[in-house]
């Protein structure tokens, strides 16, 4: 997209983003630059928040219904441009690109918009960039595309199926390849389904500061129906919130976090008790750190180590929030040995381990089209490396508990066989030991953890629970 003011309705003369108020126009903005760097889609919507503050709510549906399904679709929908295309989709400039995705996504994906209004609305897109010629190919693609749908075919399921699944369910065919490989292609079939569905936004109760009942009654009026969740204390899913999470006044006023259920299960595994020195290692925003101090009962010390320190700012901030008292934040890089000197030996240990992130891609689709098979082998050894450097900050009879969202062997048993085999001091602990019996629904025979989409409806994570017995 040119980026000059004049032709970037996003850009004021200033160069500062300004309001927009045409949905379609907003989500161009988001897929060009998610295009243009190596940022996530995260970063790219808290870059663009002031264009999309301009839309209604309404319109900011629609603008999260076009970025989030053409990123989950984007390789099928490139599929069909190439059957209509008189060009290769590398000769088409990434802009134009995107208004073809955004316009086929509405006719293929979206019953409410009339088709002739998803062509009208791609036009004027291109126009806008002033590309005249452009404004005529992408017309004639899109209606001959309407005229002519046959044209597009799948890839026989039969001859076929990596083929077929990588384009029918838009994944990377590498993974769609490797999950045929582990599952067999009828669960990679409902896996990767479930991965283009759009994730339940899922409630962590805040027992500081209120009971689940007394939750459930100040979010009645909210959204259109609270679930709450048998196989996970404290859960509440929230289906069609009337208004924004962060303008809910029981939001702003502390009486609930925003986490996936598996993310939850996390935190019960490892199931910190009130009084106990605990470390999260890769905090974060503290989405687990605050749980943990929450089944602490607030009482106690959590040390929150991260490498980043906005995000120790922020977890600050959601501390706060919450009424947590006894987090103590700390900046450290897992990369390197820790001084051990300056750290207290820990009763319990989370390890939330950066990872290929795999297993959460209904919650962030870009990360298809920017993961590798390489980035697998990679985070494992990153994550090998973590644990050798915590091994030593455990007590004795202490609890640690190793967890990724991705579902991928390496980054799983891989990295736990490996850490068991160079720490003879250390064994996974078994099911009587658990604390919380509600995790034991989601551990196999081997005392893992695990979650998936297709299975469980949460996020895929994968965690261990490991105790220092000398």
């Given at each position: 997209m040119a980026t000059s003011s004049a032709r970037n309705p996003s850009r004021d003369r200033s160069g500062q983003n300004r309001p927009i108020t045409d949905p379609r126009a907003a989500a161009l903005i988001v897929l060009d630059r998610l295009d243009r760097g190596k940022a996530t889609l995260d970063a790219v919507l808290d870059d663009t928040a002031p264009i999309i503050m301009g839309l209604s709510r309404r319109d900011r549906a629609l603008f999260n219904q076009l970025v989030y399904g053409v990123l989950r679709r984007?390789?099928?929908?490139?599929?069909?441009?190439?059957?209509?295309?008189?060009?290769?989709?590398?000769?088409?400039?990434?802009?134009?690109?995107?208004?073809?995705?955004?316009?086929l996504f509405q006719i293929l994906f979206m019953d409410r918009i009339p088709p002739s209004a998803a062509v009208n609305t791609a036009v004027n897109l291109v126009r806008a960039q002033k590309a005249p010629k452009a404004a005529g190919f992408v017309n004639a693609l899109l209606r001959n595309a309407l005229r002519d749908p046959h044209r597009f075919r799948l890839p026989d399921a039969l001859a076929s199926?990596?083929?077929?699944?990588?384009?029918?369910?838009?994944?990377?065919?590498?993974?769609?390849?490797?999950?045929?490989?582990?599952?067999?292609?009828?669960?990679?079939?409902?896996?990767?389904?479930?991965?283009?569905?759009?994730?339940?936004?899922?409630l962590r109760c805040n027992g500081l500061k209120?009971?689940?009942?007394?939750?459930?009654?100040?979010?009645?009026?909210?959204?259109?129906?609270?679930?709450?969740?048998?196989?996970?204390?404290?859960?509440?899913?929230?289906?069609?919130?009337?208004?924004?999470?962060p303008e809910m006044k029981?939001?702003?006023?502390?009486?609930?976090?925003?986490?996936?259920?598996?993310?939850?299960?996390?935190?019960?595994?490892?199931?910190?008790?009130?009084?106990?020195?605990?470390?999260?290692?890769?905090?974060?925003?503290?989405?687990?750190?605050?749980?943990?101090?929450?089944?602490?009962?607030?009482?106690?010390i959590i040390v929150a180590m991260d490498n980043v320190p906005a995000k120790?700012?922020?977890?600050?901030?959601?501390?706060?929030?919450?009424?947590?008292?006894?987090?103590?934040?700390?900046?450290?890089?897992?990369?390197?040995?820790?001084?051990?000197?300056?750290?207290?030996?820990?009763?319990?240990?989370?390890?939330?381990?950066?990872?290929?992130?795999?297993?959460?891609?209904?919650?962030?689709?870009?990360?298809?089209?920017?993961?590798?098979?390489?980035?697998?082998?990679?985070?494992?050894?990153?994550?090998?490396?973590?644990l050798d450097h915590l091994a030593p900050l455990l007590k004795k009879n202490g609890m640690l508990v190793f967890s990724v969202c991705s579902m991928e062997p390496e980054e799983n048993e891989g990295v736990i066989k490996t850490f068991l085999k160079n720490h003879?001091?250390?064994?996974?602990?078994?099911?009587q030991s658990v604390e919380e019996k509600t995790v034991l629904t989601f551990m196999d025979e081997n005392g893992f953890l695990r979650t998936a989409p297709h299975i469980h409806h949460m996020d895929g994570f994968f965690a261990a629970r490991l105790q220092r017995t000398r």
């Open positions: 984007r390789l099928r929908l490139d599929a069909v441009v190439g059957a209509y295309a008189d060009r290769p989709l590398k000769k088409i400039s990434p802009p134009i690109l995107n208004i073809l995705r955004i316009a199926p990596v083929d077929h699944i990588s384009v029918s369910h838009a994944f990377p065919h590498w993974l769609a390849s490797r999950w045929i490989d582990r599952m067999g292609v009828a669960e990679t079939q409902r896996l990767c389904a479930a991965m283009n569905t759009i994730p339940p936004i899922t209120n009971s689940l009942a007394e939750l459930v009654e100040a979010l009645t009026d909210q959204a259109e129906e609270i679930q709450t969740l048998d196989n996970l204390p404290g859960g509440v899913n929230l289906i069609r919130p009337r208004l924004p999470i029981a939001f702003v006023d502390g009486r609930f976090s925003v986490q996936d259920g598996a993310a939850q299960l996390v935190s019960l595994l490892l199931a910190p008790r009130p009084g106990e020195t605990v470390l999260d290692a890769c905090a974060g925003l503290g989405g687990k750190t605050t749980h943990l101090a929450q089944l602490m009962n607030d009482r106690g120790l700012i922020r977890l600050e901030n959601e501390a706060h929030r919450l009424g947590v008292s006894i987090i103590r934040t700390r900046r450290a890089d897992l990369d390197r040995p820790l001084p051990s000197e300056a750290l207290p030996r820990f009763d319990r240990i989370l390890l939330d381990a950066p990872c290929s992130g795999l297993g959460v891609l209904r919650r962030n689709p870009d990360a298809k089209w920017s993961s590798q098979k390489a980035d697998i082998a990679r985070s494992a050894g990153r994550q090998a490396r973590f003879v001091n250390f064994a996974i602990t078994d099911a």
